[in-house]
């Protein structure tokens, strides 16, 4: 087995300090996949790079897997270091506003080896924006991946569950989300699972293009450690799995094509009266909403049948505002 640690200088900030991305990077001398897994990418989901410091000790020790992997626990420093009043804010480009997932490259490409090169290239191009360059900096080391895993987190309460396309979703049922979310490939909004994929649909089948998740793996802004262990042995059982060092195990993931955010119907401060992961049908009450102004209370209603998947965690919120994620 051979390990590599990579520094990537990635911006040099208004004092002079180097800013880097940090690849670790096992090869196997037996022949298998190539697999590549990032976390951190939006600044406020530090659980990732939590998991992925545990998978780069475990792997240091293990000696059966087979190809290479290449791990980044930190895709993002820049976005980790936005802090203000105790909460880290980098989900957006603080400068520019841009959000650090929006920002990847779905040009269209022929081949995995025009794809390495093209990023390769791109990287030596001395005038980048910082995002175009992380975009770049990333997909060079994800380039000819054959399974891609970016992980990252959502609200303060969340059922575990993970965005992937159809013809795709067994290849990561080994990792035991409850709940798998179809990506539509004619909707695209930029994001680096989204990369890997869209540009190759034209010219290759879909056994050829790279397996891609987006695994929402936990909560924003902490680390629960029961929780982190739970998330290494799933990450280490779709890993031996792919390995395919076990046979493997499927789970039978509950598959939604439709989900959305969840707005406030109402203004006022709420208390939920639902728990993540349950089903709310139609006209029934999810939340008990406080009112300041009347001093009296009303409940928040269901327009349609969903699954609660994650509460945001904004008790005090406008009409209109985003409060929770939902499949339908």
Known sequence: ????????????????????????????????PTIYVQGNLHGPEVFGTALLIEL??????????????????CANPMGVNNVVYNGITGRWNQQSGTNWNRIFSISPLKNRQEEIVFYDNLLKIEKLSIESKLAAMLRSLSAGADYVLDIHTTGIFNTDHLFTYSWMSEDFS???????????????????????????????????VPKVATWEAHSHGYFDNLILKQRLSQLLNWLRNTWGNESKQNNKPAIFKQYAHLTAPVAGYYCWTKKVGERVCAGESYARVYQPNSGDFVFAKAENDFVLLGIYGVVATASGEQIGWVAK
């Open 1 to 32: 087995m051979k390990y590599q640690k990579k520094s990537m200088a990635i911006q040099q900030l208004a004092n002079g300090e180097i800013v880097k991305i940090y690849a670790h990077i096992f090869t196997s001398s037996k022949p298998g």
């Open 56 to 73: 780069v000790q475990e792997m240091k020790k293990n000696k059966d897997f087979k190809g290479k992997i290449v791990i980044v626990p």
């Open 174 to 208: 080994a990792l035991q989300a409850p709940v798998h979310l179809l990506l539509d490939p004619k909707t695209t909004v930029c994001a680096f699972d989204e990369s890997h994929v869209i540009p190759f649909l034209k010219s290759l089948t879909k056994k050829e």
